[in-house]
Structures are given as structure tokens and as C-alpha cells.
């Protein structure tokens, strides 16, 4: 399935694997996952996670951004549905992402082989629990092979630092991690927040827009992996402006709106926790 110049991921088993979803009510019964893979010239990367995500999906959905690349036909060969973002960024695409999905639970995870499809059952557990609306992959929590090599990723790790404290200590949470690309929400949470963000601090305005609006946010570890080919395209010094801007407003400035769907999708968890027992 690979040339020799192209490196696989590090997770990518060579043994058989679990595929099967924690839910052990009727097939009928269980909310439709879909997962959504945004894509920028991956074409060297997209097949490992695209075979492995699938044994998860009811939808499995490629949003990419004009690459160059073979990456779409990659997509499509592989039995994703492939559409084009508007060529303003990562957090464009999630937002695309979650208008074009059908299902009720919506599964983000990296093109790049930086997340191994394999945690999808546990990112979804709390959700098909009924415990949560939203669950973020911590790699606090699970590890990562890219926080610490390089200065630019000590800069990134530290701002993404204070920008979770500063959350756990105005909303009397205890976060680990607020930037992680790999998450599980449920779409009627996902459209409720109204995202606005064009690029990757998508991440951070999701967590922060979901604890202020009173929604239940569990994270799970996960690990992060180095991407398998290409070169990180994130450039610290284009964006961190952005970052602070998007971080300050989200959290002091954006007020959450009134939630007239709150009750039935409290209500729907219930449901869903009753129909997994
Ligand atoms: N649709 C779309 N996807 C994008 C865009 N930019 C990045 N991506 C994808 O989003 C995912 C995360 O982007 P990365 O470039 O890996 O960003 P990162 O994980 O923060 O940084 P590195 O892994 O260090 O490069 C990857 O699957 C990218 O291909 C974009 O403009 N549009
Ligand atoms: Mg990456």
C-alpha cells in the first residue's frame, strides 16, 4: 500500500485490531458517527488513517483544502466523501466539516498521522455514554512526540499552557489541553457554538465556547504523534497574534447565547445513555 519513500505511522498496527464501538444497545439504536478529516497535500499520509477511521464511521468525510497533491483521488479511491474547503484554513474546514456531516456524533482527526484512528472508541465512549458533548484527546494526558524538540514548539506548548489555565481558572475547570485536533462532539453541540474561526485556533474557540455555554466537555488521552511525511506548515510567528486575539475574546469578551435546544439535548444524552445500557 506504500512506495519505500513513503514512512508509515508509528501506530500503524501490525496486528489485528479492535474495531468495534463501546455500545452495546441494538445497531439500529446507536448515533451515526462521522468522521471528518481535513486534508492540505497529505497524499503521503491519508491512507493509514483513512483505512483505520473507517472500521468507526457511518460517514467518513475528507474537507480539503485545494491541495496539489494526489490527495483527494486518494480520498475518494478510498471510499470518503470528498469536498473542497473555502481556502481560508484548517478552521474553515471543520466548520464545512460540520455543516455537510449527518451524523450525530462528529469524530476531527488530522490528515497528517499525528492521531491514531484507534482512540476513536475511546474519544466517543463518554458520548455514547451519555456523559459528555464533547470530548477532547489531551496530549497532557496521552503524550506527544512534537511538544518539546524545538523552540517553536516550546513556544507553542507554553501558550497553549496559559491559555488552558487560564480557562481552568476563570470557568472552575481542570483542562489539560485546548488545542488538540483530534475530538469528538456531538453535532447539535458542534452547530450550537456557531464557530467562527477561519484557522487552527478553531481548537481552542471549541473548548472555550463549549465549557462557557454549559456543555459537558470530558478529555481522554491521546497520543500525538509526529507527523509521518512533509514538513509542519504552522509557523508560530504568523499566528500568534491570532491565537491571543481569538483566546481573550472567547474567553472574556463572547457571551454565550441562550440555548432554547439545551433541554432536549440533555434530554437526547439521557436517551442515548438508556439505549447503550
Ligand atoms: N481542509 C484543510 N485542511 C488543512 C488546512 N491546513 C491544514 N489542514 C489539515 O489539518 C490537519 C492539521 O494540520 P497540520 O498542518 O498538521 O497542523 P498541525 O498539526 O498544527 O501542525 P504540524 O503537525 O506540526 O504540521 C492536517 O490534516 C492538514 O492537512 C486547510 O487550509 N484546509
Ligand atoms: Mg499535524
Redesign the pocket.
Known sequence: MTTPSIRLPAWYPQAPRVTTLPWSGTDTDRPRISVI??????EA?LRPVLELAAAYADELLV????STDATREIAAAMGARVIL?D????G??IRRGIQESTGDILVFI???G?HDPRDIPALVAPILAGEADHVSGSRMLGGSD?LHATFSQFIRLFGSQVITLSVNYTQNVRLTDCQN?FRAIRREVALALDLREN??TIEQEMVIKTVRSGYRLVEVPTHEY??AN?????RVRDVWWRYIASWLYYLFIWRPKRRPGRQALLKASEDTARCSQ
Open positions: 478529516v481535513p486534508t492540505r497535500n497529505e499520509n474537507v480539503d483544502g485545494h474547503d481556502g481560508r484554513g484548517k474553515a474546514a488530522d490528515g497528517d499525528s512534537e485536533g484557522i487552527t509526529v507527523r512533509g514538513e509542519s506548515r504552522f
